[in-house]
Structure formats: C-alpha cells, structure tokens
C-alpha cells in the first residue's frame, strides 16, 4: 500500500508506478535510511510521542533489520514497495505491527530522504577520500623509485626541458592532493542535518534537532526548512569534485598511454593491467588507463545531469529532485574504480630509465640551458634566444645533438661561446641549476618527495 493513498480513489496506472517508483536505485540507501529512522525514534521518544518500551521495540526491530540486510548485496524488493522509505517501514510493521505505523509521527519523505542522502554521501566522500590517499601514496612511491631518472618534459607535446620522472609523477600528486581538499571542503557543507524540517515547513513536534544531528554525526541541523528539503547543492558540490578528479586521472591516464606506446616506449604497463587483440597477436593495449581516461565522461555528465535538474526548480521538494540520486550513485562508483585500478597500474608500472634519458637528448630539449649559459655571460637574454636559435637549425642541419656541434660550428655562430658551453649543455648540469623549490632539481624533488608524504600521513 501506498504511504500517501488515502487521497486517492483508483490505484496508479501500471505505466505511471513504474515510471514514479525509485526503490531499485534508492535501495543503495537503505542502511541510511534505518540509522535515520533510528535516530527519529529517540527523537520523538523525547517529544513525548512513543514512551519507553515502544521505543525499545521500535529500535531493536530496526537494528535487527539493518543487520539483516548489512552484507547483501541486494535487498528483497517488492513491487508494491515504492521508495526505500515504504520498503523500510513495511518491514518494520512486519516485526512490530501498527506500533511501525507510528514511527512516522511528525516526519515527512521530504526531509527523511534529504537526510538520508546526506549520510550516504558523506559516507561516499570518506571512501573517496581513503581511496585518494592511496593513490596520492602510489605517485609519491613511483616519485621515489624515480627520483634519479631523467626524461623530458614536455610543452604542446613536444620536447621541452629535461625533468626527473619524479618531478612528473609529484605533479599530478598535486592534483589530487586538492582533490582530497575539494572533498574535505564539500563534506562540510553535506554534514548538516534536515531532520525535522517535515514536508517544507517544521515539524510540530519539539523535536530536539541539535541533538538528532548529533545522533547521526552530523555537525548541527540545517536553518531552513524550505531549503533543507530542497536544497541538493551539497550534490552538485561533490559531483563537482568529483568531475575535477576525473579529469586530472583522465591527463594522468593519457600521458601513460603515450608513454607506453612505442613511439614514446619510456614506461610499460604490467600485463595484470593489460589486455591483448583478438586478432593482433602482438598487442599489449593500456585498457586500464583507456578506461579510466573514458570514465572522465560519464562523471562530469553526472554533474551536468544534476545541475540541469535543478536549475529550474522553484521551492520547496519538487518529484524532480528524485533524480538526484543515480548520477551521484553512479559517478561515486566509477570514481572509485578509476581510483582503485590506478593505484594497481602505478605499483606495477615499469620506467625504462635508459630510454627516459634519450627522450631528454633528442630534440633539444637542453636549447634552454645553452641560452642561460649566454645570458650568465652578460648577454641579454633575448639576443642569446636568437643566437640558440640558430644552433639549433644548425645542428637539424647536420642532423647532430647541440652538445654533439663541434666548438668551431658553435664559435662561428657567435664568438662569445667558449669551451666552457659543453658543461652546461649535460643534462645533470641542467637539473643541478634548477634547485628551486618547486623545481625539477634532484635535492629540490628529494625534499618534495619528503614533503608530499609527510602531508600524506599528517
């Protein structure tokens, strides 16, 4: 039976119940919604609603069937239960009998599933959360195997300076160190309570909501009742972070696969995380991260999905609002994927350190360092681009390294060069130069490495 037929004389069309029932997705929150359930009985117990014994009752019925349903993986539905809620409190008159009926007192499905959804997502944002650290823990691990590898780093995806792999692997340990932040700042905007804030309007009960809040850990009660019941900000802000995540493993995800190919060959992929060609014997193909990077979509849809379900709403719930929860539900999932086969790829990966360094060699990518080299002898820097640049086209010319000119080509361009150009034009004596914080210079991505982990466990 529905929880609101009374109203009506027919029962709903076939096609329309299906259309309007949401337990297959709201089920996900069934654990929430009997904590919530939980929490309003002691609330009403205190309002004087349900004395001792009938509170007794009604927790312990409820706490067996959270119990009950804790491990499975899907719940016994039925198709005459509409939403969590109905399924819920159908079984709770089931172990108690009409005593189920009054546990409802003063509370609407408005501010019940607001409440609900809160704790389910502030539980998704802690598993995202531990999930983030574990991959922050996989780059920082990757920066220490790594740390005295050198490669190129690259601009527009060509060859641009000489970097350490460490120095790339602490970049995007950057990334998601604020994605971890996004979620921290998001969790303090869901972690309010709406219980009590009935349909739209307050409940007539005097329920204590600062300690229902408490209850259920939330950091107090939310202020409004209109916005408490339709306010779903707090989903759109975690998609968000959520969608700033995908996108940062999505370039992660990317820049391996180039690495990988045989065009770059700089890392190689464990088979574990691989798959091979149904027709192409030789083929090792990234999947993983052509997954993960495939995945970014989905999320970031989710966030436009949810932001275009609201934009129009006026106050307060609105049927609309039922949608919110399979975009969340679905993004967090895939989000945690992404997460968890990223933390298998970079364990596994596998840096070729030799071919690393030839991809700093080639293509000039120590021009740079030649120009610094000008400019430490009083010349402009501008005029040492110019005088670098035409090295540089000597050197396609002769199809030759700039370190690889001999001094009488390098001296004909411009007099001023010396002997001395060729120590500045190794690579160690480039990254040596720039021990910067925040630089690519062995001891400066040491002590980043060092920094990033102590974050980590702090």
């Given at each position: 039976?529905?929880?609101?037929?009374?109203?009506?004389?027919?029962?709903?069309?076939?096609?329309?119940?299906?259309?309007?029932?949401?337990?297959?997705?709201?089920?996900?929150?069934?654990?929430?919604?009997?904590?919530?359930?939980?929490?309003?009985?002691?609330?009403?117990?205190?309002?004087?609603?349900?004395?001792?014994?009938?509170?007794?009752?009604?927790?312990?019925?409820?706490?067996k069937?959270?119990?009950?349903?804790?491990?499975?993986?899907?719940?016994?539905?039925?198709?005459?239960?509409?939403?969590?809620?109905?399924?819920?409190?159908?079984?709770?008159?089931?172990?108690v009998?009409?005593?189920?009926?009054?546990?409802?007192?003063?509370?609407?499905?408005?501010?019940?599933?607001?409440?609900?959804?809160?704790?389910?997502?502030?539980?998704?944002?802690?598993?995202?959360?531990?999930?983030l650290?574990d991959?922050?823990?996989a780059?920082?691990?990757?920066?220490?195997?790594t740390?005295?590898?050198?490669?190129?780093?690259?601009?527009?995806?060509?060859?641009?300076?000489?970097?350490?792999?460490?120095?790339?692997?602490?970049?995007?340990?950057e990334?998601?160190?604020?994605?971890?932040?996004?979620?921290?700042?998001?969790?303090?905007r869901?972690?309010?309570?709406?219980?009590?804030?009935?349909?739209?309007?307050?409940?007539?009960?005097?329920?204590?909501?600062?300690?229902?809040?408490?209850?259920?850990?939330?950091?107090?009660?939310?202020?409004?009742?209109?916005?408490?019941?339709?306010?779903?900000?707090?989903?759109?802000?975690?998609?968000?972070?959520?969608?700033?995540?995908?996108?940062?493993?999505?370039?992660?995800?990317?820049?391996?696969?180039?690495?990988?190919?045989?065009?770059?060959?700089?890392?190689?992929?464990?088979?574990?995380?691989?798959?091979?060609?149904?027709?192409?014997?030789?083929?090792?193909?990234?999947?993983?991260?052509?997954?993960?990077?495939?995945?970014?979509?989905?999320?970031?849809?989710?966030?436009?999905?949810?932001?275009?379900?609201?934009?129009?709403?006026?106050?307060?719930y609105?049927?609309?609002?039922?949608?919110?929860?399979?975009?969340?539900?679905?993004?967090?999932?895939?989000?945690?994927?992404?997460?968890?086969?990223?933390?298998?790829?970079?364990?596994?990966?596998?840096?070729?350190?030799?071919?690393?360094?030839?991809?700093?060699?080639?293509?000039?990518?120590?021009?740079?360092?030649?120009?610094?080299?000008?400019?430490?002898?009083?010349?402009?820097?501008?005029?040492?681009?110019?005088?670098?640049?035409?090295?540089?086209?000597?050197?396609?010319?002769?199809?030759?390294?700039?370190?690889?000119?001999?001094?009488?080509?390098?001296?004909g361009?411009?007099?001023?060069?010396?002997?001395?150009?060729?120590e500045?034009?190794?690579?160690?004596?480039?990254?040596?130069?720039?021990?910067?914080?925040?630089?690519?210079?062995?001891?400066?991505?040491?002590?980043?490495?060092?920094?990033?982990?102590?974050?980590?466990?702090?």
């Open positions: 039976m529905a929880l609101w037929g009374g109203r009506f004389e027919t029962k709903p069309d076939e096609l329309f119940k299906l259309f309007n029932d949401s337990l297959p997705v709201d089920a996900a929150l069934a654990l929430q919604d009997i904590d919530g359930s939980i929490a309003w009985a002691k609330a009403i117990h205190r309002a004087g609603v349900l004395n001792a014994d009938e509170l007794a009752r009604l927790t312990a019925a409820l706490t069937l959270r119990s009950e349903i804790s491990d499975r993986p899907t719940l016994p539905l039925k198709d005459s239960d509409e939403d969590i809620h109905s399924w819920v409190e159908r079984r709770l008159i089931e172990a009998g009409d005593l189920g009926k009054k546990l409802h007192t003063g509370r609407s499905r408005n501010d019940q599933v607001a409440t609900d959804f809160r704790l389910y997502v502030r539980a998704e944002i802690d598993a995202r959360s531990a999930e650290k991959a922050r823990r780059l920082i691990d990757l920066a220490d195997r740390k005295t590898v050198v490669t190129s780093g690259y601009t527009h995806l060509q060859r641009a300076q000489p970097i350490l792999f460490a120095h790339w692997a602490l970049a995007y340990q990334m998601l160190e604020r994605d971890a932040a996004r979620f921290a700042d998001a969790r303090k869901v972690n309010v309570c709406p219980l009590g804030s009935g349909a739209l309007a307050g409940t007539t009960y005097q329920v204590n909501r600062e300690q229902i809040a408490k209850d259920l850990g939330f950091d107090g009660p939310t202020r409004n009742s209109l916005d408490a019941t339709s306010d779903r900000d707090f989903v759109i802000e975690t998609l968000a972070a959520a969608s700033n995540c995908a996108i940062h493993l999505s370039r992660l995800a990317e820049d391996l696969i180039l690495f990988a190919s045989q065009e770059f060959g700089v890392v190689e992929m464990h088979d574990s995380v691989s798959s091979g060609s149904s027709l192409m014997p030789q083929k090792k193909n990234p999947d993983a991260c052509e997954l993960i990077r495939g995945k970014c979509g989905r999320i970031f849809g989710a966030l436009a999905t949810m932001s275009m379900t609201v934009k129009g709403l006026p106050l307060a609105n049927k609309d609002l039922q949608e919110d929860k399979e975009p969340l539900i679905d993004a967090m999932r895939q989000l945690s994927m992404c997460l968890r086969v990223l933390v298998r790829v970079l364990d596994t990966l596998k840096v070729r350190e030799s071919r690393a360094r030839e991809t700093a060699l080639d293509g000039y990518a120590n021009a740079t360092e030649l120009a610094d080299y000008l400019v430490a002898k009083g010349i402009p820097f501008r005029e040492a681009h110019d005088v670098v640049g035409k090295l540089v086209r000597h050197a396609i010319s002769k199809s030759k390294r700039l370190e690889d000119l001999g001094f009488e080509d390098m001296h361009i411009d007099a001023r060069i010396d002997a001395r150009v060729y500045s034009l190794k690579l160690e004596a480039g990254l040596m130069r720039r021990e910067i914080a925040g630089g690519t210079g062995p001891n400066a991505v040491a002590s980043a490495i060092a920094a990033a982990r102590s974050r980590l466990d702090a």
